[in-house]
């Protein structure tokens, strides 16, 4: 018989591509959503939201595993960045616990590592210490920028590079994982349990990607060789106050966004990475970057 996951998120990004790649693979999936969701053979919606506690114990009502996906990336102070991200952790924690549930997996940020540089990373590193404290057999995810057809963060990059440009924060190193490959390390983590590590997963490129090689491989994803510009960081504030006066709360710069996006490494830690029996990335950036363009024109974003 197979096993039953309680998924958080899973009407996000990553959420989604988690809950096909199960289906495919056999899994009965409970999947938590505010809004009411198309049926689906072998998946069980259930209404609610982390601040639920009813809705909770439903989620994970005769579950297996938990993989808590869900968590905030842009709110507009540390309270809310700690009430969706914090305790929306607790919450889900204290549900597996009352359930029986063991098994949790937790998928964290890379940002978590620097938790001085952004309301976002500290509220991450909070979550990070209540699955650590939870006596749950967990094992934790820290992605690095993950990307993909439907992601919307990057869209802005490649309208920008449409027109022949990048606007980067100040040189620095990053790394970047597949949706489908993330949601394939999170299956894989169901069907082998390393044990209580936490892992950062990428793309397999070593020493990960400087912010122009990037934005060139973007330009390539839509035809045009770019010309990379290094943004200071008083000019990426004042480019994240126009944008929230452009855009709301909608704004993808954000001040919060500022802080890390500055600082010169976010590339995994080789000791961290899975192993490679159990996990490997399968979707060369490139690819991927390109497919995303694609589906951009498809939708009409660009």
């Known amino acids: ?18 809950i096909e790649q199960a289906l495919g693979a056999g899994y009965r999936v409970r999947a938590l959503t505010r809004r009411t969701q198309a049926p689906r053979e072998g998946l069980t919606w259930v209404a609610g939201a982390l601040d639920d506690r009813r809705a909770l114990a439903d989620l994970v009502a005769g579950a297996d595993v938990v993989i808590h996906v869900a968590g905030v990336v842009n709110a507009p102070d540390r309270a809310a960045f700690a009430a969706g991200n914090i305790a929306g952790t607790q919450a889900m924690v204290d549900a597996a616990r009352a359930a029986g549930v063991r098994r949790f997996i937790h998928v964290s940020s890379l940002a978590a590592r620097e ?13 990070e ?16 920028a993950v990307f993909g057809p439907g992601d919307t ?3 802005d990059m490649f309208r920008v590079a449409k027109f022949g440009l990048a606007l980067l924060p100040p040189p620095g190193k990053l790394a970047v994982i597949h949706v489908d490959d993330l949601a394939a390390l999170l299956l894989a ?3 082998s349990n390393p044990g209580r590590v936490i892992l950062e997963a990428d793309d397999g490129t070593p020493g990960g990607w400087t912010h122009r090689a990037f934005a060139r491989a973007i330009g390539t994803a839509v035809g045009r060789r770019v010309l990379a510009l290094d943004l200071p960081r008083p000019v990426m504030l004042a480019a994240a106050r126009i944008d929230r006066l452009l855009r709301g709360a909608g704004a993808k710069l954000t001040a919060d966004r500022v802080g890390y996006f500055c600082h010169p490494d976010w590339t995994i830690d080789p000791a961290r990475a899975p192993d490679p029996a159990l996990w ?15 589906w951009y024109r498809e939708h009409s974003l660009l």
Request: hydrophobic share 45%.
């Open 115 to 127: 938790p001085q540089l952004s309301n976002y990373g500290w509220s991450k590193h909070g979550a």
């Open 1 to 18: 018989m197979s096993s039953t996951l309680a998924i958080t998120g899973g009407t996000g990004f990553v959420g989604k591509r988690l």
């Open 153 to 155: 963060d990057l869209l």
């Open 280 to 294: 490997h990335a399968r979707i060369p950036t490139p690819d991927g970057l390109a497919a995303t363009a694609a």
């Open 129 to 144: 210490a209540v699955v650590a404290a939870s006596g749950l057999d967990w094992t934790m995810v820290r992605p690095t």
């Open 189 to 191: 983590l169901v069907a």
